[in-house]
């Protein structure tokens, strides 16, 4: 399994990006699949996550700015970022685990697959 992001950048506040993930040798059928982030200086957090049924969860700080979806084969997710602030910038992960049921326990604890990472720098 190899997960690959890209469309990371820079991009002035108030813009948009939307990241991909594509995933080689995985289709989402079974457990979740999500974004992370890292700040520099910052612990890595979460910040969208959607689980094979559809369920999304979204952190506070992104919540009605940012889209998580996928493609209809399930094989790439997507992260639609709207009115970027500079406090969202840092190294962006795609991360996904088949065997993981607990939403709670994808979002703290190990997962199987993660990707390499896409930089998003929001600055004027």
């Known amino acids: 399994v190899q997960l ?8 002035p506040p108030g813009g ?5 993930c594509a995933a080689s040798g995985y289709t989402h059928e079974s457990g ?6 890292r ?9 969208a996550s959607i689980a094979a049924d559809g ?5 506070g700080s992104v919540k009605g700015r940012f889209t998580i979806s996928e ?15 500079p406090e969202d910038t840092a190294m962006y ?3 996904a685990d088949s065997e993981i049921q607990d939403v709670n326990y994808f ?11 896409t930089q998003v720098t929001v600055s004027s």
């Open 39 to 47: 700040a520099p200086g910052k612990q890595r957090e979460g910040v």
């Open 55 to 59: 369920r999304r969860r979204y952190s």
């Open 16 to 20: 948009s990006l939307t990241l991909s």
């Open 107 to 117: 979002w703290v604890g190990l997962k199987d697959h993660w990707g390499q990472g």
């Open 32 to 37: 979740f699949m999500g974004w992370f982030r």
């Open 4 to 11: 690959t992001e890209s469309g990371g950048g820079w991009v």
């Open 71 to 85: 493609n209809a084969d399930k094989n790439t997710l997507f992260l639609e970022m709207n009115n970027l602030k």
């Open 93 to 95: 992960y795609c991360a």
